[in-house]
């Protein structure tokens, strides 16, 4: 079984940063992309950040995050991390590690093998 192990969330005012980081453990397994999601109260899972390192390395955003945050990872060791700047109250949220061992973007983000519980930022005005 694999386990995605999300840590780095925090209460940090308007402007500040958090780095969020998630780790895979459990039995290997080797993952196509591994990203970010999160969901605020009362509104729906949304796609943060992604990276893919099969068939090359290539990162996607959100157009909300866009030149604010930055994700960064080890594909042989199934790691990810999310460096967050300019941190704003609308980026509180619950934020979700995801992988997937098939396929590239589009397949991680309709239809990953595996999450995380999540782990909360709230960020304060």
């Known amino acids: 079984q694999v386990q995605l192990v999300e840590s780095g969330g925090g209460l940090v005012q308007a402007g500040g940063s958090l780095r969020l980081s998630c780790v895979a453990s459990?039995?290997?397994?080797?993952?196509?992309?591994m990203g970010w999601f999160r969901q605020a109260p009362g509104k729906e899972r949304e796609f943060v950040a992604a990276i893919r390192w099969r068939g090359g390395s290539e990162t996607y955003y959100s157009d909300s995050v866009k030149g604010r945050f930055t994700i960064s990872g080890d594909g042989a060791k199934n790691t990810v991390s999310l460096q967050m700047n300019g941190l704003k109250p609308e980026d509180t949220a619950l934020y979700y590690c995801a992988a997937t061992t098939r396929g590239g973007f589009s397949t991680w983000r309709y239809n990953s093998d595996y999450w995380g519980q999540g782990t909360q930022v709230t960020v304060s005005s």
């Open positions: 459990g039995r290997t397994f080797s993952s196509n992309v």
